[in-house]
Every structure is written in structure tokens, then in C-alpha cells.
Nanobody
Framework: QVQLVESGGGLVQPGGSLKLSCVASGDGLKYYSAGWFRQAPGKEREGISCVYRSDGSTYYVDSVKGRFTTSLDNAKSTLYLQMSSLKPEDTAIYYC??????????????????WGQGTQVTVSS
């Protein structure tokens, strides 16, 4: 059984920061990788970051690279997403999921086996 629970979403002004958390229970963080995904209104879900447990390698899609940071605290069974320099186009429901898969072209798969319930992030003045 895998349970993932996100928190930390909210309303933030452009240029601001937020930190999302995803607490895993059961076998949640025993998967080889964990990632963050988002779905904006009227758009398909996209994978935005993926971290591999074996060596801590972390990957980001171009749209968030340099602004978002994903980290994994194994002791706390928690995955984090630190978001900075937020833009209105970052507005979406953010999900954590396991496992994530990065393709050789740098994109991250939209699919995963287990998902959290999502947390809303709204970037607006």
C-alpha cells in the first residue's frame, strides 16, 4: 500500500516562493524514483522533476530548471519541491508520484504508479 500526501500549496505573488512537501507512507518512497507533476487548467499533466534514489540524481524540465529544486529526505519519507521566482504560468495543481521516469531527451514521463491528491498553487498579483 502506498500513500502520498502533498501540502504547502497556496496563493503567491509573481516572483515569490513556495515549498511543497509530500509525505509518503507504506512503500511510497521505496520506489527507485519519485517526482513532481503538475496540471494547469485546460492543459495536460506534465512531469516537472524526478529524483532517483540510487544516486540522488535530480532532473528538471526546462520550464522550471533553475527555479525549482527537488529534494528527498529518506529519514522523513518526504519529498520536497522548493519553488522560487514563480510565474503566473506556474499556476496548477501539483502532484507527487512514484515512480518517475526521465527520458533521454530530457522530458519526464506523465505517468506514474501512485499519486498524491494534489495541492493547488496559484501565482497571481
Amino acid at each position: 500500500q502506498v500513500q502520498l500526501v502533498e501540502s504547502g500549496g497556496g496563493l503567491v505573488q509573481p516572483g515569490g516562493s513556495l515549498k511543497l512537501s509530500c509525505v509518503a507512507s507504506g512503500d511510497g518512497l521505496k520506489y527507485y524514483s519519485a517526482g513532481w507533476f503538475r496540471q494547469a487548467p485546460g492543459k495536460e499533466r506534465e512531469g516537472i522533476s524526478c529524483v532517483y534514489r540510487s544516486d540522488g540524481s535530480t532532473y528538471y524540465v526546462d520550464s522550471v530548471k533553475g527555479r525549482f529544486t527537488t529534494s528527498l529526505d529518506n529519514a522523513k519519507s518526504t519529498l520536497y519541491l522548493q519553488m522560487s521566482s514563480l510565474k503566473p504560468e506556474d499556476t496548477a495543481i501539483y502532484y507527487c508520484a512514484v515512480p518517475c521516469r526521465r527520458f533521454s531527451d530530457g522530458t519526464i514521463s506523465r505517468t506514474a504508479d501512485y499519486w498524491g491528491q494534489g495541492t493547488q498553487v496559484t501565482v497571481s498579483s
